[in-house]
T-cell receptor, first 115, second 112 residues
């Protein structure tokens, strides 16, 4: 069972370049999330989605865009990369919010450097 | 969501029980306590959660005080692979789709 799969694992971008971080899950989860984690810090929510066609901003959405055309996929787009976006990015998914065991399942992360 | 306070770091000898404290004095009656851990360079991993009663699973035990203002995660026989950052999170179950808020957590170091 693959769970949550993120690609690529590592990427170096030049300032102003754009890229898409891919995330796919095979658990049929409705909820998906993008987090970023700066060195020595906790995770900050960028965007989240409650189902196909529905997305919403998290704590730090500026400089990012998302789409959710299918239940499985939740790509994160950086349009004009900036050094401040150097971070590790984690995608996660979870089951229905009506369940008390609101477990998040995380991917292995994408380490992004913007130089 | 209620705020949590955890020590920045802790040490524990391999084979001993690791007890990780968490204070959540402003917790509401419908908020659960969740524990996750993050091993270096990996995504966080769910460990356990609870509301009032103590909970145990194959990974750990969760002890919640009677007034629910604090809790302790117990790893009964710590191994080197348990070295990780442990996050204590308080959250209303089903209280919204905007995920969980991860603070800085406790860096647990298991010493050989």
């Amino acid at each position: 069972n693959a769970g949550v799969t993120q690609t690529p694992k590592f990427r170096i971008l030049k300032i102003g370049q754009s890229m898409t971080l891919q995330c796919t899950q095979d658990m049929n989860h409705n909820y998906m999330y993008w987090y970023r984690q700066d060195p020595g810090m906790g995770l900050k929510l960028i965007y989240y989605s409650v189902g196909a066609g529905i997305t919403d901003k998290g704590e730090v959405p500026n400089g990012y865009n998302v789409s959710r055309s299918t239940t499985e996929d939740f790509p994160l787009r950086l349009e004009l990369a900036a050094p401040s976006q150097t971070s590790v990015y984690f995608c996660a998914s979870s089951t229905s919010r009506t369940a008390p065991n609101e477990k998040l399942f995380f991917g292995s992360g994408t380490q992004l450097s913007v130089l | 969501d209620a705020k949590t306070t955890q020590p920045t770091s802790m040490d524990c000898a391999e084979g001993r029980a690791a007890n990780l404290p968490c204070n959540h004095s402003t917790i509401s009656g419908n908020e659960y306590v969740y524990w996750y851990r993050q091993i270096h360079s990996q995504g966080p991993q769910y460990i356990i959660h609870g509301l009032k009663n103590n909970e145990t699973n194959e990974m750990a035990s969760l002890i919640i005080t009677e007034d629910r203002k604090s809790s302790t995660l117990i790893l009964p026989h710590a191994t080197l692979r348990d070295t990780a950052v442990y996050y204590c999170i308080v959250r209303v179950a089903g209280g919204g789709a905007d995920g969980l808020t991860f603070g800085k957590g406790t860096h647990l170091i298991i010493q050989p």
